[in-house]
Nanobody, 132 residues
Framework: QVHLVESGGGLVQDGGSLKLSCIAS??????????MGWFRQAPGKEREGVSC????????YYVDSVKGRFAISRDNANNAVYLQMNGLKSEDTAKYYC???????????????????????GGKGTAVTISS
């Protein structure tokens, strides 16, 4: 069973920065076999795919609203994926979750913006709150 531990959330002012971390365990395959992603859900809103990255780290996807502000990266030696968030805005306030896409679902655009089939959300998320 996939187990994901997200951390790094908090309360920051508008324009501030945070770096989220996610550590994966319990994977059936090697960590670098999985496209990984960050998703968020704000109160009263649907979950949204924020950014996804292929197993090698060679290809990424960002939702338009975070392009140029957020950067996803991964450390395959440590089963970790990160989300550096700069220029935070009030609309970034949400609970952030990471997910592992089953091998075969490698396209980061598909993993982030497609349906939830084959996405493993194994963590409790980390809350990000931006104050204006």
């Amino acid at each position: 069973q996939v187990h994901l531990v997200e951390s790094g959330g908090g309360l920051v002012q508008d324009g501030g920065s945070l770096k989220l971390s996610c550590i994966a365990s319990g994977l059936t395959f090697n960590f670098d076999d999985y496209t990984m992603g960050w998703f968020r859900q704000a109160p009263g809103k649907e979950r949204e795919g924020v950014s996804c990255i292929t197993g090698s780290g060679g290809s990424t996807y960002y939702v338009d609203s975070v392009k140029g502000r957020f950067a996803i990266s991964r450390d395959n030696a440590n089963n970790a994926v990160y989300l550096q968030m700069n220029g935070l805005k009030s609309e970034d306030t949400a609970k952030y979750y990471c997910a592992a896409a089953d091998p075969g679902r490698d396209d980061p655009y598909d993993a982030c913006s497609g349906d939830a089939y084959g996405l493993n959300f194994g963590g409790k998320g980390t809350a990000v709150t931006i104050s204006s």
